[in-house]
């Protein structure tokens, strides 16, 4: 760290202070056309960022200008989805200018932190996956890796959300109305994409098969670049995301026709496909504007990494040297077949020669399991859409199955298991294989996720192309989820004498082992915890208009709403503690405050059913004065990754309940844990790791393991044998479905009470219910032992090392990109 830290008062640091004062001003004026009489906080804010900007861009243009004078190899990056949040106070820290953006505003009579508020989140992302995105490249940066991200660039975010009458509702998410200062529109860099029509058979002038794809339609991608710029160091890097514009800004005829309606309307139709972000997360839908999103990025950027490798390169034998993609799921899968068309069609190279190019370049990542989530297109759409790359596709499965055959001969069961098309009625194009098929390496995104992944998904790609499944953990960058959303918790790892660059080197934390159990220390960080909850109960308070105590614990889940993830199961918990509160004032209890926040799809009604009810019972409970404001229970609205950084800093407790093999990985997880709260949850994704990492005696685990559940869909799983014989648990679902939480629609809650009965529990909330009671009891023991307590959520802080995206990205670069970094020179 260069600057911003340190108690000596720095030169540098004023001079750049007044420099920025003055680009601020400078920006209101010039830019903005504002006198500082006439500006809102919104102008000031966007001033600020611009002149923050100026800097990025300095060194943005000496590290392209240096990846290109050196030919480097660039790892690619395409994800359908980036959640980026908000960007001001993180690029500051990464610039190290905090000390000198703070002097800049004060001086300038403005609130920093105010300030920063005027952002509205970049939310190009659902959930996880879409922040592991945004992590990674704030890790390549750090890293001094080259690398461009590729992604939409969606005019409409995830949905903003708002709760009437307890019930989700959503708006559209409008962060373009006003643009954002952190784009660079790069209209010279253009690409041009066709869809449609259909293939004709052709043969060129020395008698080769030539297929042509003709009468197809064609929209145009216009690239927007977001700056990123690494953590103490010269580096940025950019993400480049695509929005889509019509070829022609009029149809002529139709115009001249006077029909000056229809001649926009078609216009229309082109810029529909960067319109909006599927608000999806784990289903897949197989809706035709999807797949067309798909490949309008996907081309569009393979184009672009192209024409960047003609640049310097003349033979295509060398873009695997030059060039590494990384596929962010199956949702860009089609890459693979793009840069087979692109290979064979269009640069006239043979079939087994462009393969083994595409083969080299592509790495694939998985993210799930559920089967659900696993993306198929039918063959017929596809033929509709991309009718070219279908029939590649089917000449790659082709010679794919060939393989199967010599490994296997005589074995069409293991054909029909293994194939690209997935046959039957409806055929259709299973990506998951197509990736694993076009890739060199695959990986999973825990241990225990990678493992199920050789065993159960892909036992038969495992066998048979042994080394290709791997693992890599996911991570988080402690820039955002430390260092910038807890700056009290940082002000104290400082000023223990921890090295000042621990924010790049995470391992340094560790020191804070040796003084886990020092008393001083111990209350010098709940006294940071306790100011981050004081802060967060003004949050509180002004969403949900609830009072909550920053004395009771703080019980956070926080995550997409959906079933395997089971806020069903927290609910069923609440109730039970209601419950006996009721029936004894004096019980055992102590006093908390459940925290959610987790969007649902809009499409997904079980999971909006589950909103509805927590709202309602929190009402209830709430406005319960028999039990002394001994729980509370709110839902803040819109969670996004701004509230996460507000959320984060003041958790005690951290909910990580999924259905053991469900969850992937989880990366709130690591944030929680991060941020000194402790973990109540079950052996599933990287709980595991977090466990090995804190120890045993750090953290609460409860419930089936992975084994026990699939031995009870194996032998038959039935959710009233735990219903008939626990009266608890009975009690407070019946109790739940009563109509007493929801006078007005007395049956609002019975799709829950099917779901986890008749509809057979699929993600076993029944079984784990009463081990999730008992072990939440002896998280109260603890708590009330302060001191205990505060030992145990240091050494979660001192130990999580291992889930800095450093770390993540160091082996991908290693291991699977073999990706040089490239320092910047001054
Ligand atoms: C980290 C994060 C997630 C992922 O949370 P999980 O608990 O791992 O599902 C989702 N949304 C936002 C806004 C996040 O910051």
Redesign the pocket.
């Known amino acids: 760290m260069s600057t911003t830290k340190g108690s000596t008062i720095n030169l540098s640091s004023l001079a750049s202070s007044q420099d920025l004062q003055q680009s601020i001003q400078q920006h209101l004026r010039y830019t903005l056309a504002h006198a500082p009489k006439q500006a809102t906080l919104r102008d000031w804010w966007l001033s600020t960022s611009l002149a923050i900007r100026d800097r990025i861009m300095d060194s943005l243009v000496a590290t392209q200008d240096a990846h290109n004078e050196n030919n480097v190899r660039r790892l690619y990056y395409l994800s359908m989805e980036y959640?980026m949040?908000r960007m001001l106070r993180n690029n500051v820290h990464n610039l190290g200018l905090e000390a000198a953006v703070c002097e800049a505003t004060q001086a300038l009579g403005l609130n920093w932190d105010e300030l920063c508020e005027q952002e509205v989140d970049m939310g190009l992302g659902n959930?996880?996956l879409g922040?592991l995105a945004a992590c990674f490249l704030d890790s390549l940066a750090t890293l001094d890796l080259p690398a461009v991200g590729y992604g939409i660039y969606y005019e409409f975010g995830l949905f903003k959300q708002d709760f009437e009458n307890g019930k989700q509702v959503e708006h559209p998410d409008t962060w373009t109305t006003f643009g954002t200062p952190w784009e660079v529109v790069r209209p010279e860099y253009t690409q041009t994409v066709q869809f449609y029509g259909h293939v004709e058979a052709g043969y060129d002038d020395c008698g080769n098969y030539r297929p042509r794809w003709v009468d197809t339609k064609s929209v145009l991608g216009v690239p927007f670049d977001i700056p990123i710029a690494g953590y103490a160091t010269k580096t940025v890097n950019f993400l480049r995301l695509w929005s889509s514009r019509s070829t022609e800004d009029f149809d002529l005829d139709e115009f001249n026709r006077g029909d000056y309606v229809e001649a926009v309307r078609e216009k229309a139709i082109g810029e529909t496909i960067s319109k909006v972000l599927y608000p999806n997360d784990k289903t897949e839908n197989g809706k035709e504007l999807r797949l067309v999103q798909q490949y309008f990025f996907v081309a569009c950027s393979l184009a672009d990494i192209l024409r960047r490798f003609e640049r310097n390169n003349s033979d295509w034998h060398d873009l695997p040297k030059l060039a590494a993609i990384q596929l962010n799921d199956t949702h860009p899968a089609i890459a693979v077949v793009e840069l087979m068309r692109i290979l064979v069609d269009e640069k006239h190279m043979g079939w087994d020669d462009a393969w083994s190019i595409v083969t080299r370049v592509f790495a694939y990542t998985n993210h799930t399991l559920l089967p659900e989530a696993l993306e198929k297109w039918s063959v017929a759409l596809f033929a509709k859409v991309l009718p070219r790359h279908l029939q590649i596709i089917f000449e790659i499965n082709r010679r794919f199955l060939d393989e199967v055959e010599a490994k296997w001969p005589g074995r069409d069961d293991i054909k029909v298991v293994l194939s690209l098309i997935e046959e039957g009625g409806d055929k259709m194009v299973r990506m998951a294989h197509l990736a694993v098929v076009g890739s060199h390496t695959v990986n999973g995104v825990a241990e225990l996720h990678s493992r199920l992944l050789k065993s159960d998904l892909f036992p038969e790609f495992d066998a048979l192309y042994p080394g290709k499944l791997t693992n890599k953990t996911n991570g988080?960058t402690p820039r955002r989820w430390l260092y910038s959303c807890n700056p009290e918790l940082s002000k104290l790892i400082d000023s223990v004498g921890i090295e000042s660059d621990w924010p790049k080197n995470l391992e340094r934390l560790r020191a804070l082992e040796a003084k886990a159990e020092e008393a001083s220390f111990q209350q010098q960080f709940m006294a940071v915890k306790r100011a981050n909850k004081a802060v967060l109960a003004e949050v509180i308070k002004q969403e949900c208009g609830v009072e909550v105590s920053p004395d009771a614990l703080f019980d956070v889940q926080?995550?997409?709403l959906h079933e395997y993830?089971r806020q069903h199961l927290t609910l069923l918990h609440i109730l039970t503690l209601y419950h006996r509160l009721l029936n004894d004032p004096q019980a055992d209890i102590v006093p908390r405050v459940f925290i959610f926040g987790a969007k649902a799809a809009p499409g997904y009604a079980l999971a909006k059913t589950i909103i509805h009810a927590i709202n309602s019972v929190a009402n209830v409970i709430n406005n319960d004065a028999r039990i002394d404001g001994k729980l509370k229970v709110v839902f803040l609205p819109n969670?996004?990754?701004s509230?996460?950084s507000k959320i984060i800093p003041a958790a005690d407790l951290s909910e990580?309940i999924s259905t053991a093999g469900k969850?992937a990985?989880?990366?709130?997880?690591m944030?929680l844990s991060l941020n000194g709260a402790l973990t109540i949850g079950t052996l599933d994704g990287a709980n595991v790791e977090i466990k090995e990492e804190v120890g045993d005696d750090n953290i609460f685990i409860f419930g089936l393991t992975v084994e026990e559940v699939q031995r009870l869909d194996r032998e038959g799983y039935n959710p009233y044998h735990y219903y008939d014989n626990d009266a608890e648990l009975k009690n407070v679902l019946d109790w739940l479905c009563s109509g007493y939480f929801c006078p007005e629609d007395p049956h609002a809650f019975e799709p829950i009470r099917h779901s986890l009965l008749a509809g057979g529990d699929h993600f076993k909330v029944m079984a784990d219910y009463r081990a999730y009671v008992d072990c939440q009891r002896q998280v109260d023991a603890v708590y009330r032992n302060p001191s205990r307590w505060a030992q145990m959520a240091i050494l979660n802080t001192a130990r999580m090392a291992k889930f800095s995206s450093d770390r993540t990205i160091q082996e991908y670069a290693d291991e699977i990109w073999s990706l040089p970094a490239c320092p910047i020179q001054e």
């Open positions: 959640l949040g959930g996880g922040r988080i926080i995550k997409r993830k969670y996004r990754v509230l996460a990580q969850e990985s989880g990366t709130g997880n944030k």
